[in-house]
């Protein structure tokens, strides 16, 4: 089945992309995250169920400089709701919510060490800086 790509997250050294994608047809969307080779020919599936939570439609996703998080912005349709962030741990396929961001989520970034997520709402707003739970050492 064909892989759409969604959201673009990494360009690794060797110069594969790292990516949020989806399947067509798929009911719920069944979205992953998804490693290609660097021709793109090919792709590996890291994270096999982003929507093993739920259904997840994300407006923005960030991809930690180690490799080892991912973050996820829940699409939420209504106007000025509240957005939760999901927190993926890459190596354990974990998941957890960071709740109560306000208004819509426009951008995020992770920390180097991935202890710190900043966002902020679509347009321009408000800031938020996140304290991640220690993650174990690999």
């Given amino acids: ?13 060797q110069g ?5 994608t989806y399947t067509p047809g798929s009911n719920p969307a069944q979205r992953r995250l998804t490693r290609f080779t660097a021709d793109g020919n090919a792709s ?3 994270i096999v169920n982003l929507h093993q939570h739920g259904p997840v439609q994300p407006r923005s996703a960030v991809l930690s ?3 080892r998080v991912l973050a ?19 190596a ?7 709740p109560g961001h306000h208004d819509h989520i426009g951008s ?10 900043a966002s902020v709402s679509a347009g321009g ?14």
């Avoid at 064909?2 to 690794?12: F, M, N, Q, S, Y």
Wanted: proline letters at 5%; one cysteine or more.
């Fill in 72 to 90: 996820l912005c829940d699409s939420v349709d209504k106007a000025s709701s509240a957005e939760t962030i999901q927190i993926w741990n890459i």
């Fill in 108 to 117: 995020m970034a992770l920390s180097g060490d991935g202890k710190k997520l």
């Fill in 92 to 98: 354990a396929g974990t998941m957890e919510r960071l």
């Fill in 16 to 20: 594969r992309v790292w990516a949020v």
């Fill in 125 to 138: 707003g408000i800031l938020k800086i996140w304290s991640l739970s220690p993650r174990p050492a690999q």
């Fill in 65 to 67: 400089p180690d490799r």
């Fill in 44 to 46: 590996q599936p890291i």
């Fill in 1 to 13: 089945s064909k892989t759409v790509c969604e959201h673009i997250v990494d360009l690794d050294e």
